[in-house]
């Protein structure tokens, strides 16, 4: 409220701040407000027994384990490459996935899937900018052939009946 100080009483717990807010000036009753931030936040580097390297953020489970958990970046030894947001130590969120071929993915990610919006540039030079369900092309796109020509439509996986070719005139 402008020109009156309200009297917030706080205190930490080790995963949350608290603070008790009065709701109303004309209650006593207050209303609790949690902020949750997560102190056991670590930036690593680890190299698999496979030969993978993983440098960014994770974070310590219930177990005791460390999961892959904010931004980081995930290489191979034979070159794949992922650089984005990880939740759960999957793919999760934004990110690139680069392949040894040259293909190279940039959109978002579900479950170490391509799920979402996204542009898959494929290894000759085309391109494909849309909806992925589950590593899968599906719903509305655009696609760009290696003689630049842009095709649009609905995809559905390898099927793309109907497509329409952007004239450039």
């Keep these: 409220t402008e020109g009156k100080k309200l009297k917030i009483s706080c205190y930490w717990k080790p995963v949350e701040f608290v ?12 209303c609790v407000i949690v902020i ?13 027994p496979n030969g993978d ?4 953020e994770c974070t310590r489970i219930s177990s005791g384990i460390f999961e892959r958990n904010g931004s980081g970046v995930h ?9 984005g947001a990880w939740k759960d130590d999957k793919m999760n969120g934004i990110g690139r996935l680069t392949h040894f071929s040259g293909a190279v993915y940039e959109g978002e990610f579900k479950d170490n ?5 996204g542009t898959y540039t494929f290894p000759n030079g085309a391109k494909y900018t849309g ?9 509305k796109g655009e696609y760009t052939d290696i ?3 842009e095709w649009s439509g609905t995809f559905h996986y390898t099927a793309a ?3 329409k070719l952007k004239l450039q005139m």
């Design 131 to 139: 909806s992925f369900v589950e590593n899968r092309v599906e719903g």
């Design 147 to 149: 003689r630049g020509l």
């Design 36 to 48: 949750r931030y997560n102190p056991e936040v670590h930036k690593i580097c680890f190299i698999f």
């Design 19 to 30: 603070a008790l807010v009065p709701c109303t000036e004309e209650t006593p009753s207050h």
């Design 161 to 163: 009946p109907g497509l």
């Design 75 to 83: 290489t191979t030894p034979n070159g794949i490459t992922y650089i």
């Design 53 to 56: 390297k993983y440098e960014g």
């Design 113 to 117: 899937m391509y799920h979402g919006m």
